[in-house]
């Protein structure tokens, strides 16, 4: 399996549909196969149930999967020790954007919960995920100012 891990915003589902083009097997989207289980949209999840029961949705699918995957996984996966573990030995791909590039990118989106508070408490809910992406990453690719082409190229190149 190759997992795609990153901050929201970072380009997860884009890169990890291209890459399963390229690379002519399965992707899945963590986010949207939980979305599709539960009947809601993230954000309704997380209203009317909690952050913590979307958590164990999403270390639960985890555990799930199998297969020769591409897996981009929503950006607070690694905030469980387990889920650290279950992705150790695999292929674990970080895209590394700046915040002002997620800043940028998330400005419009209104479809995640956790993109709230003023600046100081984005900023600081993105520094305390940093490390964690970086613990678990086989490989990191930074994604500023590139195009998907170009980022998919990076990561086959790799592989
Ligand atoms: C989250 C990121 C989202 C989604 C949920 C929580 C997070 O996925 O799983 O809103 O905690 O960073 P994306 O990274 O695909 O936006």
Redesign the pocket.
Known sequence: MIFLI?????G??TIAKRLSENLQCTYI???EE?ERREGMT??EI?ANHG?SF?RAM?SQLLKELEGQLIV??????L?SAENRETLAGHVVVYLEASFQTIEERLAQ?G?????SGDLVEKQK?FNQ?KPLYEQVATETIQVDNKNPEMIVEEIIFCL
């Open positions: 990153g901050y929201m915003g970072s997860k589902s989207e963590m986010d939980i993230i954000p997380f952050e979307f999403e981009s996984t929503g950006g607070g996966v905030l989106s479809n995640r919960p956790l993109w809910r995920r």
